[in-house]
């Protein structure tokens, strides 16, 4: 069982830089790859980062490659996301996911990740 808490969503302007934290418990959480995925609204939820158990794997959407960083401390229980150059469409729910796995490469499939956090709003407007 992995329990998740996302943390740092806000209200911000377009261009500006956000970080959200996801917090596991757990002992296991190092078994686990980690990805964040959004739902805006009227829209499916869908797919944005993703690291591997160890780190050195990580995946995103073309909508946020270049822009958005994954990261993850194994000693902390800890997976972030380094959001920069915000733009209105990233306006959503964002969720931290844990998904159990024995791929090389973390998956961007939602099915994969049978853990969730219950979502913090980031809102870009100005």
């Known amino acids: 069982q992995v329990q998740l808490v996302e943390s740092g969503g806000g209200l911000v302007q377009p261009g500006d830089s956000l970080r959200l934290s996801c917090a596991a418990s757990g002992r296991t959480f190092s078994s686990y790859d980690m990805g964040w995925f959004r739902q805006a609204p009227g829209k499916e939820r869908e797919f944005v980062a993703a690291i591997s158990r160890s780190g050195s794997i990580t995946r995103y959407s073309d909508s946020v490659q270049g822009r958005f960083a994954i990261s993850r401390d194994n000693a902390k229980n800890t997976v972030s996301l380094q959001m920069n150059s915000l733009k209105p469409e990233d306006t959503a729910v964002y969720y931290c996911?844990?998904?159990?796995?024995?791929?090389?490469?973390?998956?961007?499939?939602?099915?994969?990740?049978?853990?969730w956090g219950q979502g913090t709003q980031v809102t870009v407007s100005s």
């Open positions: 996911a844990a998904g159990g796995s024995t791929r090389l490469s973390p998956s961007t499939g939602s099915l994969r990740y049978g853990y």
